[in-house]
């Protein structure tokens, strides 16, 4: 039965598009999830925030009558629908265009790709970007609403070795990023269940629901995982409240989660501890599990929880180092919390569907231990 659910969550999940903040698929999947929720016998509330979304128009670079497609970074500057025109080479050289890496992993722009945004010695920016797996990895935003510098155009990984070839051909490109604004919302879903005492500190329960793609594996499992817990929580009585929320605007700058707190002021002094379902749980290419903690009494927790489901591959983090954009951010803000975390060769990749993408046993595996790690902080007197 479990599985079955958790199966179903992803599959409709997966199948709805791509799920960018915004969008029209992304108001759709916030009326899905609260359908969900309602279906489990709770009442949920679309917490509205606006923003200016960004739609791509063209996105290319042409090098004679080839065109290598992109997508554009969401902060940056866009060119007009003729784009420009020069030579590419790599940072530092005498070029027009500069040609970056970044691979798998990197979460912030390095010092050199903010130079040659930012410093007048380029007229654009080329990123390839490079997964575990071949591919457009499309790189987050952390300064959405900020657009700044000159054009970036990301580029799949396919892509290298044309790019290194025009490279050395010394050939002048053409390189389009032209885009528009328009006002748009985006949501973030939010229930709680009420518990026994009201003078206790409730807990949190939390997962983006937001992502480049389809998403499958990088945010199918959280969500499957937040609404299994909220289904054990309505099943067993507990002591404290836990609230739910599932943010948008994951992949802008987490500005999701700052939009939540914005509404709430001094909430992190009002909470016990949250738990952060973060990206890849269950993921079923290049799999592994991480947990991290903000101190030993959570991590034991923990620890002994997947352990009574035999989980024993999970990999601790240092304690007190938090992995997950909205996880971080609240816990740089005093907060105590629990992070899953998976890792996965299709993360921010189109590639990234159902069901190849997802391992649902180990998705049912991983809930029910959060179901216990929930249940028994709910109870913390």
Not at 187 to 209: A, S
Request: glycine share 8%; proline share 3%.
């Amino acid at each position: 039965m479990q599985s079955q659910r958790i199966s179903s969550i992803i599959q409709e999940y997966d199948s709805q598009g791509y799920h960018r903040t915004g969008t029209i698929t992304d108001h759709l999947s916030a009326n899905w999830l609260v359908d969900k929720i309602n279906s489990i016998g709770l009442s949920a509330t679309k917490e509205t925030f606006p923003l200016h979304r960004v739609n791509p128009i063209t996105s290319h670079i042409k090098v004679n009558n080839s065109i290598i497609d992109g997508l554009p970074m969401f902060d940056c500057q866009y060119t007009d629908e003729s784009g420009i025109k020069g030579t590419i080479g790599l940072y530092g050289d005498n070029v027009d265009i500069a040609v970056f890496e970044m691979n798998h992993g990197n979460i912030d722009y390095s010092e050199d790709l903010l130079d040659a945004r930012q410093s007048g010695k380029y007229k654009a920016v080329i990123v390839l970007t490079i997964g575990e797996t071949p591919g457009l990895m499309a790189i987050n935003t952390p300064d959405f609403g900020q657009n700044f510098g000159v054009p970036v155009l990301q580029v799949s990984s396919e892509s290298k070795e044309q790019i290194e070839q025009v490279i050395y051909s010394r050939k002048s490109v053409q390189m389009i990023v032209h885009a528009n604004f328009e006002q748009s919302e985006s949501y973030n879903i939010v229930t709680e269940i009420k518990g026994l005492n009201n003078n206790l500190k409730p807990i949190v329960v939390m997962t983006p629901r937001s992502g480049w793609w389809n998403c499958a594996s990088e945010r199918g499992g959280g969500i499957a995982c937040w609404l299994e817990v909220m289904q054990h929580i309505m099943s067993n009585k507990v002591a404290r409240d836990v609230i739910f929320v599932a943010t948008s605007a994951h992949e802008l700058g987490a500005y999701g989660i700052q939009s939540f707190l914005d509404k709430r002021p001094h909430f992190i002094k009002k909470v016990s501890n949250w738990i952060h379902f973060g990206a890849n749980i269950g993921a079923a290419i290049m799999p592994g599990t991480r947990f991290c903690s903000s101190n030993t009494q959570l991590k034991e927790i923990t620890t002994n929880a997947l352990i009574q489901e035999k989980i024993i591959d999970a990999t601790a983090i240092d304690l007190g180092v938090i992995l997950g954009r909205e996880s971080a951010f609240v816990a740089n803000l005093g907060a105590k919390v629990i992070v899953l975390q998976g890792t996965n060769a299709l993360f921010h990749l189109q590639k990234d569907r159902w069901p190849i993408s997802v391992d649902v046993k180990k998705i049912a595996k991983l809930s029910k231990s959060f179901n216990q790690i929930a249940f028994e902080l709910a109870n913390i007197i």
